[in-house]
């Protein structure tokens, strides 16, 4: 069974930093793609950042200078650390595996950026 749960969303201020983690179980995790979505209300899910077997990032624009994916493929988990975060940024952020032919998301953890 494949479970993919996220932790360490929370409330911060404008300009405040956290640190998501995603622990994967259920998976061969170092042979698929890793990834971070997120979903703010009354829009769709998009995009923010994602990291390769072999450790090599693609990112959205809109984080580009303040996030950075990761991950520890001894521990099967995959980290976004949010920096300089902005209230946009405010969202559902999904935890995301990937391989040639599996497709899995976690359940989700909230982040509220608001003074």
């Known amino acids: 069974q494949v479970q993919l749960v996220e932790s360490g969303g929370g409330l911060v201020q404008p300009g405040g930093s956290l640190k998501l983690s995603c622990a994967a179980s259920?998976?061969?995790?170092?042979?698929?793609?890793m990834g971070w979505y997120r979903q703010a209300p009354g829009k769709q899910r998009e995009f923010v950042e994602v990291?390769?077997?072999?450790?090599?990032?693609n990112y959205a624009d809109s984080v580009k200078g303040r996030f950075t994916i990761s991950r520890d493929n001894a521990e099967n988990t995959v980290y976004l650390q949010m920096n300089i975060l902005k209230p946009e940024d405010t969202a559902v952020y999904y935890c995301?595996?990937?391989?040639?032919?599996?497709?899995?998301w976690g359940q989700g953890t909230q982040v509220t950026v608001s003074s």
């Open positions: 995301n595996s990937r391989g040639f032919v599996t497709n899995y």
């Open positions: 259920g998976i061969i995790f170092s042979r698929v793609f």
């Open positions: 990291i390769t077997m072999g450790g090599s990032t």
